[in-house]
């Protein structure tokens, strides 16, 4: 049952209606039968397997001495099952594996550190992992989060639920209108490289670090919206990452569960570990845990290469960062200048680490930046082959984008906000926008083909 599909916007409905209906102590194990209802749509065997993984980590959080353990069998089931394409065996990822695992592996990292007491309760802990608007992609919630707002049970208020609809109409449009229209454009250029070289390389240089922007904070925006229907807030995902000043700056608004969970159980364990070698074990530190991080998404060489090019990032921004600060302190002009080229730099270097993301060789990486580089012309006649593609529209991409980020821009700004607390233009200006984003996401779904265009972090 893909997000994006009126099948799950009447499930959501329905279980958020039970939720308001039904009685504090029954709404825990409304969401796990919902949870696993929507789980089994995918595939009654993962969801057994789900379920194994779950219950390896609750009982192996009973007793503290075997949490590494359970981390253990957790890890080894992930990567047996992240290996199985690249052994070529035609099996299915399971839906959520790399997401559901992290959440109970921190779980008993905490409980191996002691840093949380066991969790005694099995029905929330079941909950806590198969959580239906967080199975798909994320984000990456932890227990001590996740379960008390369980536990309290609260019936949703009007503010919240409006504002989660207005989240959820906000992920589609991101979906529908900006990551759906650039996809066709960005896989043309990755699928006729040779064809046209230069500048209309770039579009699909620029576009589809846009286009994954677009269509994984799309995804967020829908599992919080949903999530805050039955009374769960969860982590944010992304801050306005394009408008980072630094490579180190983009990873802490960019996946910003990923990135705060390898952080905490990977970066700063090895960085403690590696400290009395200096500068040489943070650059370590710094190249294992991206490395991780490009695995994470798949056995790949171009993803390991992705980590490896976003730590040569990292690595240069962190043994700079002294110098760069004396600098700054002696020509303070330098300093402003930085505020607005950082940014721009940052991006392009973000494209650049993307290419290797996107392309399905080492080979077409090579291809891509030999042919961005080749030359500019013929331009008008490769330019309208590339934008023509059935199901480009690149004619609203641009009003698309700006709506994209000004409507980013509101919900950073009055996500935390109660209505009460805006003044009465403000609170009818956002009952009049959730209206109107009501019935441009219906507008969407009867037009739109989307259920052929899954999610990309959706695999992973």
């Not at 969801?47 to 949490?67: D, E, N, Q």
């Not at 943070?282 to 490896?308: D, R």
Request: charged content about 10%; overall charge positive; proline content about 6%.
């Amino acid at each position: 049952m893909s997000f994006t599909s009126a099948a799950f916007l009447g499930f959501l409905g329905g279980v958020a209606l039970l939720h308001a209906l039904l009685p504090r102590v029954a709404r825990a194990p409304l969401l796990l039968i919902a949870s696993y209802a929507f789980y089994a749509l995918y595939s009654g065997y993962y969801a057994l397997l789900l379920l194994a993984s779950t219950l390896v980590a609750f009982l192996a959080g009973r007793v503290r001495s075997a949490a590494l353990a359970g981390v253990a069998l957790l890890i080894a089931a992930l990567v047996l099952f992240k290996a199985l394409p690249i052994l070529g065996v035609g099996a299915l990822i399971p839906l959520g594996i790399s997401y559901y695992t992290f959440k109970l592996s921190a779980y008993l990292i905490d409980r191996h550190w002691g840093a949380v007491e066991s969790e005694g309760r099995l029905v929330p802990f079941l909950t806590f992992t198969a959580f239906f608007p967080q199975i798909v992609g994320g984000p990456i919630q932890r227990a001590p989060d996740f379960l008390p707002q369980l536990a309290a049970g609260s019936r949703v208020s009007p503010d919240l639920a409006l504002k989660a609809v207005m989240r959820i109409c906000l992920g589609f449009f991101k979906k529908f209108v900006v990551a759906d229209n650039l996809a066709p454009i960005v896989n043309y250029v990755y699928a006729h490289l040779g064809a046209h070289p230069g500048a209309p390389v770039l579009l699909g240089f620029y576009g589809y670090p846009l286009q994954m922007y677009a269509d994984f904070s799309g995804l967020t925006d829908i599992a919080l919206g949903a999530g805050a229907l039955v009374g769960i807030i969860g982590p944010e995902n992304f801050a306005a990452p394009f408008a980072a000043p630094s490579p180190s700056e983009y990873w802490r608004r960019w996946h910003m569960s990923l990135t705060t969970w390898m952080v905490d159980y990977v970066f700063t364990p090895l960085r403690m570990a590696l400290r009395r070698f200096g500068n040489a074990g943070l650059v370590a530190s710094l190249f294992i845990n991206m490395i991780l991080i490009g695995l994470w998404h798949g056995f790949y060489l171009t993803f390991a290469l992705f980590g490896v090019v976003h730590a040569c990032y990292m690595t240069i921004d962190a043994l700079t960062q002294k110098a760069r600060k004396r600098l700054y302190k002696r020509h303070p002009s330098l300093d402003r200048l930085t505020d607005v080229l950082g940014p721009l730099i940052t991006f392009h270097l973000i494209a650049v680490a993307f290419v290797f993301f996107r392309a399905d060789s080492v080979a077409t990486v090579g291809a891509f930046f030999a042919h961005l580089t080749a030359g500019l012309e013929p331009l008008a006649p490769a330019f309208h082959y590339i934008i023509d593609q059935p199901g480009s529209s690149i004619g609203v991409l641009g009003a698309a984008l700006v709506l994209m980020e000004a409507g980013d821009w509101v919900r950073r700004r009055f996500w935390s906000v109660p209505l009460p607390g805006l003044p009465r233009w403000g609170r009818w200006s956002l009952v009049a926008a959730t209206g109107l984003s009501i019935l441009l996401t219906a507008a969407l779904l009867m037009t739109s083909s989307s259920e052929s265009n899954p999610f990309l972090y959706a695999i992973f």
